[in-house]
């Protein structure tokens, strides 16, 4: 969409032709007259429309469709955002996006007015420059729902042991070493085993998965719980999931996993 915006700004009359309710199929019509690269692109991309408006008639006859980027026996389905997007999408997929918008540059006069962003002598190269990049990508699979997730860093998963190792799946290698929290000999051990669940459901929902995304956090923030008492450090966190922000704090005690004589 981006890239369209650019492309569409200060666009001459005529070189949007008569294809004035999509002027970027005009223009790629256009350039496709002259450039061999872009002709190629208008040639798949009608055989992508075609497909698309055949799929109720032929619903078996999608092979052109394959080379949208999926690898799976799968027939992949257009969406309306991607059809919408379909000259710039398919340019991009099969990696002449950057040659394009380079030919358009070099030949803006023919299709911009002086004002236009891509006949500016130094925006149009950039921005023929910006889709090098995106352009050499392989688009082989989609977003997933789980696309926010990163393997967690390895002070998570060391404060993630040494918060619940004791408590962990009993199915572990035995060979690796539980890093455990010193409890305390004494006969609360329900109520130190329900705080432990707690630390390890906080702790791991530190990482950024399917469910929730870590958008902010800080360490030693203090908090000071009653007038009384003394403030203490922690680690404070802001969470985001599908439909709620979530601030969080856990004392360092707990996040260094040496609870001591502390409440």
Known sequence: GVVEACLLHM???????FL???????????????????????????????????????????????????T??????????A???????????????????????DNCSKYYEKEALLADPVCGPILASLLVGPCALEYT?????????????????????RIHGVHGRQDSPSKRPALGIRK??????????????????????????????LLYGKNNVLVQPKDDLEAIP???????SADSLTLKWTPNQLMNGTLGDSE
């Not at 799976?72 to 969406?79: D, I, R």
């Not at 130190?192 to 469910?211: I, K, M, T, W």
């Not at 922690?234 to 985001?240: A, E």
Request: with cysteine; proline share 3%.
């Open 11 to 17: 666009l001459k009359r005529r070189a949007a032709g």
């Open 20 to 70: 004035r309710t999509d002027k970027v199929a005009a223009l790629f019509t256009k350039v496709g007259k002259t450039y061999a690269v872009a002709g190629d692109i208008c040639k798949k991309v009608q055989e992508l429309q075609q497909q698309a408006e055949g799929r109720k008639n032929q619903p078996n006859g999608q092979e052109p469709l394959k080379r949208q980027g999926s």
């Open 72 to 81: 799976t026996s799968k027939t992949p389905v257009l969406t309306p955002q």
């Open 83 to 105: 059809i919408k997007h379909i000259w710039v999408r398919t340019a991009l997929i099969e990696k002449v996006l950057d040659k394009i918008v380079q030919y358009i540059v």
């Open 141 to 161: 699979k989609l977003k997933t729902a789980d696309h926010y997730w990163t393997d967690p860093s390895a002070d998570e998963l060391v404060q993630r042991h």
């Open 184 to 213: 305390r000999h004494s006969s609360g051990s329900t109520s130190e085993d329900r705080f432990a669940a707690s630390a390890r459901e906080y702790v791991e929902s530190l990482h950024q998965n399917s469910r929730t995304h």
């Open 234 to 240: 922690g680690y404070l966190s802001l969470h985001q």
